[in-house]
Protein backbone atom coordinates (compact mmCIF):
# COMPACT_ATOMS: atom_id res chain seq x y z
CA UNK A 1 0.00 0.00 0.00
CA UNK A 2 1.03 3.42 -0.79
CA UNK A 3 1.87 5.44 2.32
CA UNK A 4 2.22 8.93 0.95
CA UNK A 5 -0.03 10.20 -2.70
CA UNK A 6 2.78 12.67 -4.44
CA UNK A 7 0.22 15.78 -4.39
CA UNK A 8 0.94 18.54 -1.64
CA UNK A 9 -2.64 17.68 0.21
CA UNK A 10 -1.36 13.92 1.30
CA UNK A 11 -4.08 13.60 3.46
CA UNK A 12 -7.13 14.46 1.31
CA UNK A 13 -5.37 12.54 -1.20
CA UNK A 14 -4.96 9.56 1.30
CA UNK A 15 -8.43 8.83 1.78
CA UNK A 16 -8.15 7.05 -1.54
CA UNK A 17 -4.86 5.11 -0.34
CA UNK A 18 -6.24 3.86 2.78
CA UNK A 19 -9.51 1.56 3.74
CA UNK A 20 -8.72 0.54 7.38
CA UNK A 21 -11.66 0.42 9.41
CA UNK A 22 -10.96 0.02 12.96
CA UNK A 23 -12.76 0.99 16.34
CA UNK A 24 -13.52 4.72 16.27
CA UNK A 25 -11.23 6.54 19.07
CA UNK A 26 -12.11 9.63 21.44
CA UNK A 27 -10.14 12.98 21.06
CA UNK A 28 -6.70 11.48 20.70
CA UNK A 29 -5.98 10.89 17.16
CA UNK A 30 -5.80 6.98 15.63
CA UNK A 31 -4.67 5.72 12.46
CA UNK A 32 -1.27 5.42 10.14
CA UNK A 33 1.36 7.88 11.02
CA UNK A 34 1.53 8.53 7.57
CA UNK A 35 -2.12 9.56 7.52
CA UNK A 36 -0.30 12.48 9.00
CA UNK A 37 3.51 12.89 9.32
CA UNK A 38 5.72 12.49 6.35
CA UNK A 39 9.77 11.97 7.70
CA UNK A 40 11.21 13.41 4.84
CA UNK A 41 8.87 15.59 3.09
CA UNK A 42 9.92 13.51 0.31
CA UNK A 43 8.01 10.58 -1.59
CA UNK A 44 9.24 8.89 -4.81
CA UNK A 45 11.54 11.76 -5.12
CA UNK A 46 9.11 14.51 -5.12
CA UNK A 47 8.05 16.85 -2.69
CA UNK A 48 5.46 15.85 -0.08
CA UNK A 49 4.18 19.09 0.72
CA UNK A 50 5.95 23.14 -0.71
CA UNK A 51 5.88 23.95 3.07
CA UNK A 52 8.21 22.99 6.21
CA UNK A 53 6.41 22.05 8.62
CA UNK A 54 6.91 21.89 12.18
CA UNK A 55 6.55 18.25 13.55
CA UNK A 56 6.82 16.62 10.50
CA UNK A 57 3.18 17.11 9.56
CA UNK A 58 1.90 16.92 6.32
CA UNK A 59 -0.97 19.42 6.60
CA UNK A 60 -1.55 22.55 8.84
CA UNK A 61 -4.36 23.18 11.23
CA UNK A 62 -7.14 24.79 8.74
CA UNK A 63 -6.12 21.82 5.90
CA UNK A 64 -6.49 19.04 8.49
CA UNK A 65 -9.88 20.18 9.53
CA UNK A 66 -10.82 21.52 6.21
CA UNK A 67 -12.88 19.43 3.45
CA UNK A 68 -14.50 20.16 -0.28
CA UNK A 69 -17.30 18.00 0.75
CA UNK A 70 -20.51 18.77 3.12
CA UNK A 71 -19.36 16.37 5.09
CA UNK A 72 -18.15 17.40 8.78
CA UNK A 73 -16.71 14.13 9.68
CA UNK A 74 -14.41 12.44 7.70
CA UNK A 75 -13.37 9.23 7.55
CA UNK A 76 -9.59 8.16 6.28
CA UNK A 77 -9.51 4.47 7.20
CA UNK A 78 -9.44 4.63 11.01
CA UNK A 79 -8.53 8.39 11.09
CA UNK A 80 -11.67 10.45 12.17
CA UNK A 81 -11.10 14.26 11.42
CA UNK A 82 -13.72 17.06 12.77
CA UNK A 83 -14.36 19.38 9.95
CA UNK A 84 -14.37 22.68 10.88
CA UNK A 85 -14.86 24.62 7.44
CA UNK A 86 -16.48 23.40 4.46
CA UNK A 87 -14.63 25.03 1.49
CA UNK A 88 -17.13 24.64 -1.37
CA UNK A 89 -20.62 23.60 0.02
CA UNK A 90 -21.99 24.68 3.43
CA UNK A 91 -21.75 21.68 5.97
CA UNK A 92 -24.80 19.49 6.31
CA UNK A 93 -24.73 19.36 9.72
CA UNK A 94 -22.09 21.48 11.26
CA UNK A 95 -20.33 20.41 14.64
CA UNK A 96 -20.77 22.14 17.91
CA UNK A 97 -18.83 25.71 17.14
CA UNK A 98 -20.37 25.90 13.63
CA UNK A 99 -18.10 26.26 10.83
CA UNK A 100 -15.88 28.73 9.08
CA UNK A 101 -17.60 28.17 5.60
CA UNK A 102 -19.85 31.15 6.05
CA UNK A 103 -17.33 33.85 7.32
CA UNK A 104 -15.64 32.99 4.31
CA UNK A 105 -18.42 33.26 1.57
CA UNK A 106 -21.06 35.05 3.02
CA UNK A 107 -19.23 38.26 4.80
CA UNK A 108 -16.96 38.76 7.93
CA UNK A 109 -19.81 38.82 10.49
CA UNK A 110 -20.69 35.77 10.03
CA UNK A 111 -18.16 34.33 12.13
CA UNK A 112 -14.66 34.70 13.72
CA UNK A 113 -11.98 35.68 11.10
CA UNK A 114 -9.31 33.25 11.48
CA UNK A 115 -5.93 33.22 9.40
CA UNK A 116 -5.80 30.64 6.50
CA UNK A 117 -9.51 31.49 5.84
CA UNK A 118 -10.46 34.98 5.72
CA UNK A 119 -8.61 38.41 5.97
CA UNK A 120 -8.95 40.34 9.48
CA UNK A 121 -12.70 41.65 10.21
CA UNK A 122 -13.58 44.73 7.96
CA UNK A 123 -15.71 46.01 10.36
CA UNK A 124 -13.81 45.12 13.89
CA UNK A 125 -11.14 46.59 14.56
CA UNK A 126 -11.32 43.88 17.67
CA UNK A 127 -13.11 41.81 19.54
CA UNK A 128 -16.26 44.05 21.26
CA UNK A 129 -16.24 44.05 24.33
CA UNK A 130 -12.76 43.79 25.13
CA UNK A 131 -11.63 47.24 24.74
CA UNK A 132 -10.00 47.97 27.80
CA UNK A 133 -7.75 44.81 27.67
CA UNK A 134 -5.18 46.83 25.58
CA UNK A 135 -3.82 43.91 23.67
CA UNK A 136 -2.44 45.18 20.59
CA UNK A 137 -1.66 43.40 17.18
CA UNK A 138 -2.66 40.19 19.56
CA UNK A 139 -5.70 37.61 18.99
CA UNK A 140 -7.69 40.31 21.17
CA UNK A 141 -7.66 41.97 17.57
CA UNK A 142 -7.87 39.63 15.01
CA UNK A 143 -7.19 36.00 14.32
CA UNK A 144 -6.03 36.45 10.82
CA UNK A 145 -2.90 38.41 12.06
CA UNK A 146 0.82 36.74 12.34
CA UNK A 147 1.53 35.52 15.80
CA UNK A 148 2.95 37.59 17.93
CA UNK A 149 5.90 37.10 20.89
CA UNK A 150 2.32 37.47 23.61
CA UNK A 151 0.72 34.73 21.86
CA UNK A 152 -0.67 32.53 19.02
CA UNK A 153 -3.57 33.90 16.43
CA UNK A 154 -5.08 31.69 13.94
CA UNK A 155 -6.89 28.39 14.93
CA UNK A 156 -4.30 28.65 18.19
CA UNK A 157 -5.32 32.13 19.34
CA UNK A 158 -7.98 29.92 21.32
CA UNK A 159 -6.67 26.14 21.15
CA UNK A 160 -3.77 26.83 22.69
CA UNK A 161 -3.66 23.21 24.53
CA UNK A 162 -3.22 21.34 21.39
CA UNK A 163 -2.98 17.46 22.19
CA UNK A 164 -3.33 15.38 19.85
CA UNK A 165 -1.29 12.40 21.03
CA UNK A 166 -2.84 13.22 24.37
CA UNK A 167 -4.02 10.66 26.99
CA UNK A 168 -7.40 9.28 25.70
CA UNK A 169 -10.23 11.29 26.94
CA UNK A 170 -12.60 9.02 29.09
CA UNK A 171 -16.33 9.02 27.92
CA UNK A 172 -18.55 10.86 30.26
CA UNK A 173 -15.68 12.13 32.04
CA UNK A 174 -14.75 16.12 32.20
CA UNK A 175 -11.44 16.29 30.09
CA UNK A 176 -8.03 16.80 32.00
CA UNK A 177 -5.00 18.64 31.62
CA UNK A 178 -3.11 15.99 30.30
CA UNK A 179 -6.20 15.44 27.44
CA UNK A 180 -5.58 19.02 26.90
CA UNK A 181 -8.39 20.13 28.32
CA UNK A 182 -12.20 20.37 26.33
CA UNK A 183 -11.23 20.86 23.21
CA UNK A 184 -7.56 21.85 23.33
CA UNK A 185 -9.14 25.47 24.37
CA UNK A 186 -6.87 27.48 26.90
CA UNK A 187 -4.89 31.06 26.83
CA UNK A 188 -1.20 30.56 25.88
CA UNK A 189 1.36 29.83 28.41
CA UNK A 190 2.34 33.40 28.17
CA UNK A 191 -0.96 34.67 30.00
CA UNK A 192 -0.08 32.58 33.12
CA UNK A 193 0.10 35.88 35.18
CA UNK A 194 -3.06 36.86 34.50
CA UNK A 195 -3.80 33.75 36.48
CA UNK A 196 -5.06 31.49 32.99
CA UNK A 197 -3.07 28.59 33.66
CA UNK A 198 -5.73 26.17 33.14
CA UNK A 199 -8.09 25.74 30.48
CA UNK A 200 -11.82 24.85 30.02
CA UNK A 201 -13.39 22.38 31.53
CA UNK A 202 -16.35 20.50 29.89
CA UNK A 203 -17.57 16.52 28.61
CA UNK A 204 -16.85 16.05 25.16
CA UNK A 205 -19.70 14.40 22.93
CA UNK A 206 -17.54 12.00 20.93
CA UNK A 207 -19.16 13.32 17.72
CA UNK A 208 -18.20 16.63 18.51
CA UNK A 209 -22.19 17.00 18.54
CA UNK A 210 -22.57 16.17 14.77
CA UNK A 211 -26.44 14.77 15.31
CA UNK A 212 -27.11 15.67 18.93
CA UNK A 213 -29.80 14.34 20.98
CA UNK A 214 -31.50 15.67 24.33
CA UNK A 215 -29.63 12.80 26.00
CA UNK A 216 -26.10 12.89 23.93
CA UNK A 217 -24.73 16.38 23.35
CA UNK A 218 -21.10 18.43 25.06
CA UNK A 219 -21.98 19.20 28.56
CA UNK A 220 -20.72 22.74 29.15
CA UNK A 221 -19.51 23.96 32.76
CA UNK A 222 -20.52 26.94 34.04
CA UNK A 223 -19.04 26.99 37.50
CA UNK A 224 -19.83 29.89 40.18
CA UNK A 225 -19.22 32.35 37.23
CA UNK A 226 -18.51 35.15 39.63
CA UNK A 227 -14.89 35.36 40.50
CA UNK A 228 -11.43 33.62 39.05
CA UNK A 229 -11.76 30.02 39.29
CA UNK A 230 -9.78 27.45 37.37
CA UNK A 231 -10.43 25.36 35.51
CA UNK A 232 -12.64 27.38 33.58
CA UNK A 233 -16.34 27.61 32.11
CA UNK A 234 -16.44 28.28 28.41
CA UNK A 235 -18.01 31.57 28.59
CA UNK A 236 -15.33 32.85 30.93
CA UNK A 237 -13.12 31.77 28.27
CA UNK A 238 -15.41 33.88 25.36
CA UNK A 239 -15.14 36.58 28.03
CA UNK A 240 -11.21 36.61 28.43
CA UNK A 241 -11.35 38.89 25.09
CA UNK A 242 -14.87 40.14 25.29
CA UNK A 243 -14.63 40.68 28.84
CA UNK A 244 -17.35 43.37 29.02
CA UNK A 245 -20.28 40.68 27.82
CA UNK A 246 -19.55 38.19 31.22
CA UNK A 247 -21.90 38.95 33.74
CA UNK A 248 -21.31 40.52 36.05
CA UNK A 249 -18.04 40.83 34.00
CA UNK A 250 -14.48 39.58 33.87
CA UNK A 251 -11.98 38.73 36.44
CA UNK A 252 -9.02 36.88 36.84
CA UNK A 253 -6.29 37.10 39.59
CA UNK A 254 -3.24 38.38 38.43
CA UNK A 255 -4.66 42.58 38.16
CA UNK A 256 -6.82 41.84 35.53
CA UNK A 257 -10.02 43.27 36.59
CA UNK A 258 -12.61 44.15 34.13
CA UNK A 259 -16.46 44.02 34.92
CA UNK A 260 -18.74 45.21 32.36
CA UNK A 261 -19.29 48.85 32.84
CA UNK A 262 -22.35 47.94 36.11
CA UNK A 263 -19.95 46.98 38.78
CA UNK A 264 -21.76 44.40 40.42
CA UNK A 265 -25.03 44.85 38.42
CA UNK A 266 -24.94 41.94 36.15
CA UNK A 267 -27.95 43.49 34.08
CA UNK A 268 -26.22 45.88 31.50
CA UNK A 269 -25.60 43.03 29.47
CA UNK A 270 -27.45 39.95 28.72
CA UNK A 271 -26.90 37.39 31.77
CA UNK A 272 -24.17 35.24 31.03
CA UNK A 273 -23.13 32.30 33.64
CA UNK A 274 -26.22 33.22 34.98
CA UNK A 275 -28.36 30.47 37.09
CA UNK A 276 -32.37 30.45 34.95
CA UNK A 277 -34.51 31.19 37.52
CA UNK A 278 -37.26 28.60 38.18
CA UNK A 279 -40.22 30.91 37.79
CA UNK A 280 -42.54 32.95 35.46
CA UNK A 281 -41.30 32.11 32.09
CA UNK A 282 -38.57 29.91 32.79
CA UNK A 283 -40.33 27.41 35.02
CA UNK A 284 -41.58 25.36 31.36
CA UNK A 285 -37.86 25.09 30.44
CA UNK A 286 -37.72 22.49 34.06
CA UNK A 287 -40.47 20.61 32.19
CA UNK A 288 -38.98 20.32 28.70
CA UNK A 289 -35.97 17.50 27.45
CA UNK A 290 -32.59 19.58 27.54
CA UNK A 291 -32.43 21.19 23.92
CA UNK A 292 -28.90 20.58 22.27
CA UNK A 293 -29.99 23.55 19.70
CA UNK A 294 -30.26 25.89 22.66
CA UNK A 295 -27.17 24.43 25.14
CA UNK A 296 -26.98 25.94 28.87
CA UNK A 297 -24.13 25.40 30.97
CA UNK A 298 -24.19 22.81 34.69
CA UNK A 299 -22.59 24.24 37.40
CA UNK A 300 -20.74 20.94 38.50
CA UNK A 301 -19.93 18.46 36.34
CA UNK A 302 -19.55 15.39 39.21
CA UNK A 303 -23.49 14.96 39.64
CA UNK A 304 -25.90 16.23 36.70
CA UNK A 305 -28.70 14.88 34.19
CA UNK A 306 -27.87 15.27 30.53
CA UNK A 307 -31.29 15.23 29.22
CA UNK A 308 -32.78 17.63 31.23
CA UNK A 309 -32.72 21.28 32.37
CA UNK A 310 -31.64 21.37 35.80
CA UNK A 311 -32.34 24.43 38.93
CA UNK A 312 -29.19 25.97 38.62
CA UNK A 313 -28.43 25.49 35.00
CA UNK A 314 -27.15 28.77 33.26
CA UNK A 315 -27.58 30.83 30.14
CA UNK A 316 -23.92 30.69 28.08
CA UNK A 317 -22.41 32.89 25.56
CA UNK A 318 -22.99 29.17 23.31
CA UNK A 319 -26.86 29.21 23.76
CA UNK A 320 -26.86 32.04 21.58
CA UNK A 321 -23.67 32.09 19.63
CA UNK A 322 -21.44 29.27 17.68
CA UNK A 323 -18.05 29.63 18.41
CA UNK A 324 -16.82 29.22 14.88
CA UNK A 325 -19.05 30.53 12.91
CA UNK A 326 -22.69 30.39 11.47
CA UNK A 327 -25.41 31.23 8.77
CA UNK A 328 -26.18 33.69 11.02
CA UNK A 329 -25.06 37.59 11.04
CA UNK A 330 -22.76 37.81 14.81
CA UNK A 331 -22.50 34.00 14.75
CA UNK A 332 -25.92 33.13 16.10
CA UNK A 333 -27.38 30.09 16.16
CA UNK A 334 -30.83 30.71 14.85
CA UNK A 335 -32.01 34.18 12.43
CA UNK A 336 -32.46 36.78 15.20
CA UNK A 337 -35.20 38.69 12.63
CA UNK A 338 -37.52 35.46 13.24
CA UNK A 339 -37.85 36.30 16.66
CA UNK A 340 -40.80 38.80 16.75
CA UNK A 341 -42.36 39.51 20.04
CA UNK A 342 -45.59 37.77 20.31
CA UNK A 343 -45.41 36.64 17.12
CA UNK A 344 -43.40 33.99 17.24
CA UNK A 345 -45.36 31.78 14.31
CA UNK A 346 -42.49 28.93 13.12
CA UNK A 347 -39.86 30.32 15.31
CA UNK A 348 -41.69 29.73 18.56
CA UNK A 349 -40.07 27.85 20.90
CA UNK A 350 -36.51 28.17 19.49
CA UNK A 351 -34.15 30.54 20.21
CA UNK A 352 -34.73 33.60 21.99
CA UNK A 353 -38.14 32.06 22.66
CA UNK A 354 -37.01 29.17 23.77
CA UNK A 355 -36.06 30.37 27.45
CA UNK A 356 -38.28 33.79 26.99
CA UNK A 357 -41.58 31.31 26.37
CA UNK A 358 -44.09 34.27 27.04
CA UNK A 359 -42.67 36.82 24.22
CA UNK A 360 -43.70 34.40 21.39
CA UNK A 361 -47.49 34.24 21.28
C1 LIG B 1 -2.47 16.09 10.33
C2 LIG B 1 -3.83 16.44 10.53
C3 LIG B 1 -4.15 17.37 11.67
C4 LIG B 1 -3.53 18.57 11.95
C5 LIG B 1 -2.32 19.18 11.26
C6 LIG B 1 -4.28 19.16 13.04
N1 LIG B 1 -5.30 18.35 13.42
FE1 LIG B 1 -6.63 18.71 14.91
N2 LIG B 1 -7.38 16.84 14.73
C7 LIG B 1 -7.04 15.94 13.74
C8 LIG B 1 -7.80 14.73 13.92
C9 LIG B 1 -7.74 13.49 13.07
C10 LIG B 1 -8.63 14.94 15.07
C11 LIG B 1 -9.63 13.98 15.69
C12 LIG B 1 -9.09 13.26 16.87
C13 LIG B 1 -10.17 12.33 17.42
O1 LIG B 1 -10.49 11.33 16.82
O2 LIG B 1 -10.73 12.67 18.45
C14 LIG B 1 -8.34 16.28 15.53
C15 LIG B 1 -8.97 16.87 16.60
C16 LIG B 1 -8.89 18.23 16.90
C17 LIG B 1 -9.71 18.93 17.85
C18 LIG B 1 -10.84 18.33 18.66
C19 LIG B 1 -10.32 17.69 19.91
C20 LIG B 1 -11.45 17.07 20.71
O3 LIG B 1 -11.46 17.27 21.92
O4 LIG B 1 -12.31 16.39 20.14
C21 LIG B 1 -9.31 20.22 17.86
C22 LIG B 1 -9.87 21.33 18.71
C23 LIG B 1 -8.22 20.34 16.92
N3 LIG B 1 -7.98 19.12 16.36
C24 LIG B 1 -7.57 21.51 16.65
C25 LIG B 1 -6.41 21.58 15.86
C26 LIG B 1 -5.56 22.74 15.78
C27 LIG B 1 -5.80 24.04 16.48
C28 LIG B 1 -4.53 22.41 14.93
C29 LIG B 1 -3.31 23.25 14.54
C30 LIG B 1 -2.43 23.60 15.66
C31 LIG B 1 -4.77 21.06 14.47
N4 LIG B 1 -5.92 20.59 15.06
C32 LIG B 1 -3.97 20.38 13.56
C33 LIG B 1 -6.13 16.15 12.72
C34 LIG B 1 -5.25 17.24 12.63
C1 LIG C 1 -4.58 11.90 12.41
C2 LIG C 1 -3.33 12.57 12.38
C3 LIG C 1 -2.14 11.98 13.12
C4 LIG C 1 -1.70 10.68 13.12
C5 LIG C 1 -2.36 9.47 12.50
C6 LIG C 1 -0.47 10.68 13.88
N1 LIG C 1 -0.17 11.93 14.30
FE1 LIG C 1 1.48 12.52 15.37
N2 LIG C 1 0.75 14.42 15.43
C7 LIG C 1 -0.39 14.86 14.80
C8 LIG C 1 -0.54 16.30 15.03
C9 LIG C 1 -1.67 17.17 14.49
C10 LIG C 1 0.56 16.69 15.79
C11 LIG C 1 0.96 18.10 16.21
C12 LIG C 1 0.04 18.73 17.21
C13 LIG C 1 0.01 18.07 18.54
O1 LIG C 1 1.09 17.72 19.10
O2 LIG C 1 -1.09 17.89 19.04
C14 LIG C 1 1.35 15.49 16.05
C15 LIG C 1 2.52 15.45 16.79
C16 LIG C 1 3.34 14.34 16.93
C17 LIG C 1 4.58 14.32 17.68
C18 LIG C 1 5.19 15.49 18.44
C19 LIG C 1 4.35 15.85 19.65
C20 LIG C 1 4.19 14.74 20.66
O3 LIG C 1 3.06 14.54 21.13
O4 LIG C 1 5.14 14.01 20.99
C21 LIG C 1 5.08 13.06 17.57
C22 LIG C 1 6.37 12.56 18.15
C23 LIG C 1 4.17 12.29 16.74
N3 LIG C 1 3.12 13.11 16.39
C24 LIG C 1 4.34 10.97 16.38
C25 LIG C 1 3.40 10.18 15.73
C26 LIG C 1 3.57 8.78 15.42
C27 LIG C 1 4.79 7.97 15.76
C28 LIG C 1 2.42 8.37 14.78
C29 LIG C 1 2.04 6.97 14.32
C30 LIG C 1 2.23 5.92 15.34
C31 LIG C 1 1.56 9.53 14.69
N4 LIG C 1 2.20 10.61 15.26
C32 LIG C 1 0.30 9.54 14.10
C33 LIG C 1 -1.27 14.11 14.06
C34 LIG C 1 -1.17 12.76 13.87
C1 LIG D 1 -8.68 35.06 21.97
C2 LIG D 1 -9.68 36.10 21.81
C3 LIG D 1 -11.13 35.69 21.58
C4 LIG D 1 -11.85 34.71 22.19
C5 LIG D 1 -11.40 33.74 23.28
C6 LIG D 1 -13.19 34.79 21.66
N1 LIG D 1 -13.28 35.79 20.73
FE1 LIG D 1 -14.94 36.42 19.77
N2 LIG D 1 -13.87 37.81 18.74
C7 LIG D 1 -12.52 38.04 18.91
C8 LIG D 1 -12.10 39.06 17.95
C9 LIG D 1 -10.67 39.59 17.81
C10 LIG D 1 -13.24 39.43 17.22
C11 LIG D 1 -13.34 40.51 16.13
C12 LIG D 1 -12.76 40.04 14.83
C13 LIG D 1 -13.56 39.01 14.12
O1 LIG D 1 -14.81 39.02 14.16
O2 LIG D 1 -12.94 38.15 13.51
C14 LIG D 1 -14.35 38.64 17.74
C15 LIG D 1 -15.65 38.72 17.29
C16 LIG D 1 -16.73 38.03 17.86
C17 LIG D 1 -18.11 38.17 17.47
C18 LIG D 1 -18.63 39.12 16.40
C19 LIG D 1 -18.50 38.44 15.06
C20 LIG D 1 -18.71 39.39 13.93
O3 LIG D 1 -17.88 39.41 13.02
O4 LIG D 1 -19.70 40.12 13.92
C21 LIG D 1 -18.85 37.33 18.25
C22 LIG D 1 -20.35 37.13 18.21
C23 LIG D 1 -17.93 36.64 19.12
N3 LIG D 1 -16.65 37.09 18.85
C24 LIG D 1 -18.30 35.66 20.02
C25 LIG D 1 -17.41 34.88 20.76
C26 LIG D 1 -17.78 33.73 21.55
C27 LIG D 1 -19.19 33.22 21.75
C28 LIG D 1 -16.63 33.24 22.10
C29 LIG D 1 -16.46 32.01 22.96
C30 LIG D 1 -16.93 30.76 22.38
C31 LIG D 1 -15.53 34.09 21.65
N4 LIG D 1 -16.04 35.05 20.83
C32 LIG D 1 -14.21 33.93 22.02
C33 LIG D 1 -11.68 37.44 19.82
C34 LIG D 1 -12.03 36.37 20.66
C1 LIG E 1 -12.70 32.07 18.99
C2 LIG E 1 -12.03 30.89 19.45
C3 LIG E 1 -11.78 29.79 18.47
C4 LIG E 1 -11.03 29.82 17.30
C5 LIG E 1 -10.30 31.01 16.72
C6 LIG E 1 -11.06 28.50 16.76
N1 LIG E 1 -11.81 27.68 17.57
FE1 LIG E 1 -12.14 25.69 17.32
N2 LIG E 1 -13.42 25.67 18.90
C7 LIG E 1 -13.64 26.73 19.73
C8 LIG E 1 -14.62 26.36 20.73
C9 LIG E 1 -15.16 27.25 21.83
C10 LIG E 1 -14.98 25.01 20.47
C11 LIG E 1 -16.00 24.17 21.23
C12 LIG E 1 -17.39 24.42 20.65
C13 LIG E 1 -18.51 23.81 21.46
O1 LIG E 1 -18.34 22.75 22.05
O2 LIG E 1 -19.60 24.41 21.47
C14 LIG E 1 -14.19 24.61 19.31
C15 LIG E 1 -14.25 23.34 18.74
C16 LIG E 1 -13.38 22.89 17.74
C17 LIG E 1 -13.32 21.55 17.20
C18 LIG E 1 -14.22 20.39 17.59
C19 LIG E 1 -15.48 20.41 16.71
C20 LIG E 1 -16.59 21.30 17.21
O3 LIG E 1 -17.17 22.08 16.41
O4 LIG E 1 -16.90 21.25 18.41
C21 LIG E 1 -12.35 21.54 16.25
C22 LIG E 1 -11.92 20.37 15.41
C23 LIG E 1 -11.80 22.87 16.17
N3 LIG E 1 -12.44 23.67 17.08
C24 LIG E 1 -10.82 23.26 15.28
C25 LIG E 1 -10.48 24.58 15.02
C26 LIG E 1 -9.64 25.00 13.91
C27 LIG E 1 -8.99 24.07 12.91
C28 LIG E 1 -9.55 26.36 13.97
C29 LIG E 1 -8.86 27.30 13.00
C30 LIG E 1 -9.32 27.20 11.62
C31 LIG E 1 -10.32 26.79 15.14
N4 LIG E 1 -10.87 25.69 15.73
C32 LIG E 1 -10.43 28.11 15.58
C33 LIG E 1 -13.05 27.99 19.66
C34 LIG E 1 -12.26 28.42 18.62
C1 LIG F 1 -29.18 35.61 25.03
C2 LIG F 1 -28.38 35.38 23.85
C3 LIG F 1 -26.94 35.80 23.92
C4 LIG F 1 -26.01 35.44 24.88
C5 LIG F 1 -26.19 34.60 26.11
C6 LIG F 1 -24.77 36.04 24.45
N1 LIG F 1 -24.95 36.75 23.29
FE1 LIG F 1 -23.55 37.78 22.25
N2 LIG F 1 -24.99 38.49 20.97
C7 LIG F 1 -26.32 38.11 20.99
C8 LIG F 1 -27.04 38.85 19.98
C9 LIG F 1 -28.53 38.71 19.66
C10 LIG F 1 -26.11 39.70 19.36
C11 LIG F 1 -26.41 40.74 18.23
C12 LIG F 1 -26.25 42.14 18.69
C13 LIG F 1 -27.14 42.50 19.84
O1 LIG F 1 -28.35 42.28 19.80
O2 LIG F 1 -26.57 42.97 20.86
C14 LIG F 1 -24.82 39.43 20.00
C15 LIG F 1 -23.63 40.04 19.65
C16 LIG F 1 -22.38 39.69 20.17
C17 LIG F 1 -21.11 40.24 19.75
C18 LIG F 1 -20.90 41.28 18.65
C19 LIG F 1 -21.08 42.67 19.19
C20 LIG F 1 -20.77 43.75 18.18
O3 LIG F 1 -20.47 44.89 18.62
O4 LIG F 1 -20.80 43.49 16.96
C21 LIG F 1 -20.15 39.64 20.50
C22 LIG F 1 -18.66 39.88 20.43
C23 LIG F 1 -20.81 38.73 21.42
N3 LIG F 1 -22.16 38.80 21.20
C24 LIG F 1 -20.16 37.95 22.35
C25 LIG F 1 -20.79 37.26 23.38
C26 LIG F 1 -20.11 36.63 24.48
C27 LIG F 1 -18.63 36.62 24.69
C28 LIG F 1 -21.07 36.08 25.28
C29 LIG F 1 -20.89 35.38 26.61
C30 LIG F 1 -20.15 36.13 27.63
C31 LIG F 1 -22.35 36.34 24.65
N4 LIG F 1 -22.14 37.06 23.50
C32 LIG F 1 -23.57 35.91 25.13
C33 LIG F 1 -26.88 37.17 21.82
C34 LIG F 1 -26.27 36.63 22.95
C1 LIG G 1 -30.75 30.00 27.67
C2 LIG G 1 -31.89 30.80 28.03
C3 LIG G 1 -32.04 32.18 27.42
C4 LIG G 1 -32.00 32.52 26.08
C5 LIG G 1 -31.76 31.61 24.88
C6 LIG G 1 -32.28 33.93 26.01
N1 LIG G 1 -32.48 34.43 27.28
FE1 LIG G 1 -32.86 36.37 27.75
N2 LIG G 1 -32.80 35.91 29.73
C7 LIG G 1 -32.59 34.65 30.25
C8 LIG G 1 -32.54 34.74 31.71
C9 LIG G 1 -32.34 33.57 32.66
C10 LIG G 1 -32.73 36.10 32.04
C11 LIG G 1 -32.78 36.71 33.43
C12 LIG G 1 -34.16 36.54 33.99
C13 LIG G 1 -34.29 37.05 35.42
O1 LIG G 1 -33.61 36.56 36.31
O2 LIG G 1 -35.08 37.95 35.61
C14 LIG G 1 -32.90 36.80 30.77
C15 LIG G 1 -33.15 38.17 30.66
C16 LIG G 1 -33.40 38.83 29.47
C17 LIG G 1 -33.79 40.21 29.37
C18 LIG G 1 -34.06 41.14 30.53
C19 LIG G 1 -32.81 41.71 31.14
C20 LIG G 1 -33.14 42.55 32.37
O3 LIG G 1 -32.39 43.51 32.63
O4 LIG G 1 -34.10 42.25 33.08
C21 LIG G 1 -33.96 40.47 28.03
C22 LIG G 1 -34.38 41.81 27.42
C23 LIG G 1 -33.66 39.28 27.31
N3 LIG G 1 -33.33 38.28 28.21
C24 LIG G 1 -33.72 39.13 25.93
C25 LIG G 1 -33.35 38.00 25.22
C26 LIG G 1 -33.29 37.92 23.79
C27 LIG G 1 -33.66 39.04 22.83
C28 LIG G 1 -32.88 36.67 23.49
C29 LIG G 1 -32.56 36.09 22.11
C30 LIG G 1 -31.52 36.86 21.39
C31 LIG G 1 -32.71 35.96 24.74
N4 LIG G 1 -32.98 36.81 25.77
C32 LIG G 1 -32.34 34.64 24.83
C33 LIG G 1 -32.44 33.48 29.54
C34 LIG G 1 -32.33 33.40 28.16
Not at 136 to 149: A, I, R, Y
Not at 277 to 283: D, I, L, V, W
Amino acid sequence: MRLICRTGCALLFAAICFLDLQAQALANVTGPCANCHTMHNSQAGALVSSVNRARLLTSDCVGCHSSSSADTIVQLGSTRIPIVYNTAAPPVNELAGGNFHWVAKNGHQYGHNVRGISPPDSFLAIGPGGENLQCGNSCHQSFSLPDTGFGRNGCEGCHGSVKHHGASVVAGQPVTAAEGWYRFLMAPSSHSGFGLTQGVAGIEDPNWEQTPTSAQHNIYFGGDGTAAQSPRSLNKFCASCHAKFHAPGFFESGGLTVDNGGGVNPWLRHPTNYAIPNKGEFAPLFATPYNPAVPVAKPVLTSYQAAKIEIGDQVSCVSCHRAHGSPYPDMLRWDYTAMKAHDGGSASGTGCFFCHTAKDS
